[in-house]
C-alpha cells in the first residue's frame, strides 16, 4: 500500500543517513509522556488553578461526560502533548532537512500537530488572560478544541500529499513516529464519530 511503502532514496537520503536517535530523543519523549499523563489524571480544576484560573465548583467542566468517551479524552491529552515532544527531537537539528531532503509524511503531521497546538495552546492562553471572566475563566477547555482542529488537518495534510505525489514515507525513525502520531488522530476521529453515533441513537 503506498501509505506504508517507504522510499529508502528519496531526495539523496539512504540508510546511511538517517540519524540514529539518541539518549537525549529519549529522555524528551519520556518527559512530555510524562507530562501528558499528569494531565491525564490531574484533572481539568487542577490544570485550570495551576495556570491560574480558577473554575467555579458549581461549574465543574464537562462532568456530564458520558463514561465511554472519557478514554477519547485521554487519548485527546496524550496525542496533543506528544506530538509537542515529537516535533522538538524531529526538528532540533535543521540540518537533516537542508541536506537530506527528510520531508516524509510523518514530518508533515508532527509538524502540523505542533503548529496548530501551540497557536491554539497560546491563543486560549492570551485570550483568558485579557479577558478573564470569559466563559468561566477555563483553560482546560483547550484540551476539548486541539482535536476539532487536528483530526481534520492531518487528513487533509495527507491528502494533500497524496493528490501532488509528495507522499514519499521514509526509513527514518522521526518520519515513523510521525505516521503513527498522525494515524492515532484519525483512528481518535473515527472513534469520536462512531460514539457520538452511537450516544445520539440511544
Not at 112 to 129: D, G, I, K, S
Amino acid at each position: 500500500m503506498f501509505w506504508m511503502r517507504e522510499n529508502a532514496n528519496v531526495t539523496g537520503l539512504s540508510n546511511l543517513n538517517v540519524r540514529p536517535w539518541t539518549w537525549l530523543d529519549l529522555a524528551i519523549l519520556v518527559f512530555f509522556l510524562a507530562l501528558a499523563l499528569l494531565l491525564v489524571f490531574s484533572g481539568d480544576e487542577k490544570l485550570d488553578a495551576l495556570l491560574g484560573f480558577a473554575t467555579p465548583k458549581e461549574e465543574a467542566p464537562f462532568s456530564f461526560t458520558p463514561v465511554i468517551l472519557r478514554p477519547l479524552f485521554w487519548a485527546w491529552r496524550i496525542l496533543a502533548v506528544m506530538g509537542l515532544g515529537l516535533a522538538i527531537v524531529t526538528f532540533r537539528k535543521p540540518s537533516d532537512f537542508l541536506r537530506h531532503g527528510l520531508r516524509g509524511p510523518g514530518i508533515v503531521a508532527t509538524a502540523v500537530c505542533a503548529v496548530l497546538t501551540l497557536a491554539q495552546v497560546l491563543n486560549e492562553f492570551l485570550f483568558l488572560r485579557r479577558h478573564p471572566a470569559a466563559m468561566g475563566a477555563r483553560f482546560s477547555q483547550v484540551l476539548y478544541v486541539i482535536p476539532d482542529y487536528l483530526e481534520v488537518a492531518i487528513p487533509a495534510a495527507w491528502v494533500g500529499l497524496a493528490l501532488v505525489g509528495r507522499w514519499q514515507a521514509q526509513p527514518d525513525w522521526r518520519d515513523r513516529l510521525g505516521r503513527v502520531l498522525g494515524w492515532s488522530w484519525i483512528a481518535a476521529w473515527a472513534w469520536r464519530t462512531v460514539v457520538h453515533t452511537q450516544v445520539i441513537v440511544s
